[in-house]
């Protein structure tokens, strides 16, 4: 029957040691500066080369697809003859790397490669990828594995904040991104996907009042519901952060909480200021 692999995105942000305890296999978008191009691997641009560039040019970076190529070459790398990969990315209404892994799933006949569109992105991509790698320790089938993807993402849950407003802007990929970076008075928006697309939802006057909205949001959409898993990714705002989780866990209690530095591929398009939300609900 084989094995079953899973592999996901460096836009899902999905901290290195669950990507470790999974066995996810990752691929990994280039951040460019210009002509000059980076993978997004943690060693050839840290998080700290980040920053160091972005200050050197003055230029807000853009983001790369892996190619059909390099998809091969993953799946090739992780999986055998006969074996099954799920390869769970964010969605393609936002970006090309879905379109990429089918196009590689097309070159590798041997393996059976099953390609999802999460719709969302960050740790709401990422608790799927996890959620298919937890079935698949179990000994789940294909089928159930499938199944388990399908269940789990109407519970997922995301919500943005931005101080960095001319990422947005330039991101093209956020609706209302451009009036809320153009407004005369600056505000930290909040933003939620909407069928598969990231948008302004909110205008918030400070970086508190934009947390405590965030909080009463997620309260609406639980209904009553608990919170598994939720997931806190900061670009560079670990006391913020900080003082965010512990409104969290007092506010929502979750069951589980995933905190760490958000992926340089989302702070390509988010900014150095971004404050990041997974949810998965009861």
Do not use: C, W
């Not at 500066?33 to 997004?40: A, Y």
């Not at 508190?208 to 608990?226: D, P, Q, V, W, Y």
């Not at 530095?261 to 009861?282: D, E």
């Amino acid at each position: 029957m084989g094995q079953i692999k899973v592999v996901t995105d460096t836009a899902a942000s999905v901290p290195p040691e669950l990507v470790a305890k999974y066995g996810l296999g990752i691929a990994r978008y280039a951040v460019n500066f210009g002509t000059e191009s980076f993978v997004d691997d943690g060693i050839e641009l840290s998080v700290d080369r980040f920053e160091a560039k972005r200050t050197e040019t003055g230029q807000v970076p853009k983001t790369g697809i892996p190619s059909a190529g390099q998809f091969v070459q993953l799946f090739r790398s992780i999986a055998q003859p006969g074996d099954t990969i799920f390869s769970v990315h964010i969605g393609s209404k936002i970006s090309g790397i879905v379109g990429s892994a089918q196009m590689a799933a097309a070159e590798v006949p041997e393996l059976n490669v099953v390609v999802y569109d999460t719709h969302t992105v960050s740790m709401a991509t990422g608790f799927l990828a996890i959620a298919a790698a937890e079935a698949a320790q179990a000994g789940a089938t294909k089928d159930e594995i499938t199944k388990v993807i399908n269940d789990t993402r109407p519970r997922i849950d995301f919500l943005s904040t931005s101080v960095e407003l001319e990422y947005i802007k330039e991101s093209g990929r956020i609706i209302g991104g451009d009036k809320a970076a153009d407004a005369a008075v600056k505000n930290v928006p909040i933003l939620r996907f909407q069928d598969g697309k990231p948008g302004v939802v909110e205008l918030t006057r400070t970086h508190n009042t934009a947390m405590k909205r965030s909080i009463e949001l997620f309260r609406e959409t639980a209904a009553g519901r608990r919170i598994k898993k939720l997931a806190i990714s900061h670009a560079n705002r670990e006391e913020v952060a900080m003082k965010y989780r512990e409104m969290v866990e007092r506010e929502l209690a979750p069951q589980e909480i995933v905190f760490g530095q958000l992926g340089i591929t989302l702070m390509a398009h988010l900014g150095p200021g971004a404050l990041l939300t997974s949810v998965l609900y009861a």
